[in-house]
């Protein structure tokens, strides 16, 4: 699995816009993007995947640029439930030796203020 | 509906001896991982257990073990413990085996486990 790159962490103001970048430079054309969080002391949980179109659902939107060597997670309206780690990985989404492997980098810590 | 539920949630161990963790997935889910997490770090894959069989297995000694239960639940076991094994255990259930966009794999609580 590709390996990704996150900034350590980002600050939101509540309401506003949290933009997540992830780059992921060595994805291959079977490799999705995923999104991961994780609240404190909780376990993960999914957010959104795409391949290479732009992808939206009640959580987020993801956005992976046209040569997807990043992409973007967009948190709409920031509240301060969002605070979190948000783990960007790159993953294909075949069988074989990779299963159900999820690969965690350290992520992004998430702080969203009032 | 019931989600990822493990067991014990905390748990006090010394150096030597010997814990097993319990994990429950969600029902219908036939396959269960297990992820070690220390603290400060992402998440790291231990095993992948799928219809009571090994089908993954991350870079971790032997002195750590799973198994599957025909009831889909699982168990972790580590021997011989060392302080470095002290961390958030995660087990994560899905339908299937691999990670398809149907197969999600959702996380249960953990069990933080301390070696002293």
């Given at each position: 699995d590709a390996k990704t790159t996150q900034p350590p962490s980002m600050d939101c103001a509540e309401g506003r816009?949290?933009?997540l970048p992830c780059n992921h430079s060595t994805i291959s054309g079977n490799e999705y993007v995923y999104w991961y969080r994780q609240i404190h002391s909780q376990g993960p949980q999914y957010i959104i995947h795409g391949l290479k179109n732009n992808e939206t659902n009640e959580m987020?939107?993801?956005?992976i640029t046209e040569d997807r060597k990043s992409s973007t997670l967009i948190l709409p309206h920031a509240t301060l439930r969002d605070t979190a780690v948000y783990?960007?990985?790159?993953r294909t989404n075949a069988g074989g030796t990779s299963y159900g492997?999820?690969?965690?980098?350290?992520?992004?810590?998430?702080?969203?203020?009032p | 509906d019931a989600g990822v539920?493990?067991?014990?949630?905390?748990?006090?161990?010394?150096?030597?001896?010997?814990?097993?963790?319990?994990?429950?997935?969600i029902s219908g889910h036939k396959s269960v991982s297990w992820y070690q997490q220390v603290l400060g770090q992402g998440p790291q894959f231990i095993f992948q257990?799928?219809?009571?069989?090994?089908?993954?297995?991350?870079?971790?000694?032997?002195r750590f073990s799973a198994r599957q239960f025909p009831n889909y639940s699982s168990e972790l076991n580590v021997n011989a413990l060392l302080l470095g094994d002290s961390a958030l255990y995660l087990c994560a259930s899905s339908k299937g085996l691999t990670s398809t966009v149907y197969n999600e794999q959702f996380f249960g609580p953990g069990t933080r486990l301390t070696v002293l």
């Open positions: 816009a949290a933009n987020a939107s993801l956005i783990y960007c990985i790159v492997k999820l690969t965690f980098g350290q992520g992004t810590i998430l702080t969203v203020h | 539920t493990q067991s014990p949630t905390h748990l006090i161990k010394t150096r030597g001896q010997h814990v097993t963790l319990r994990c429950s997935p257990y799928y219809e009571k069989e090994e089908r993954g297995r991350g870079n971790f000694p032997d």
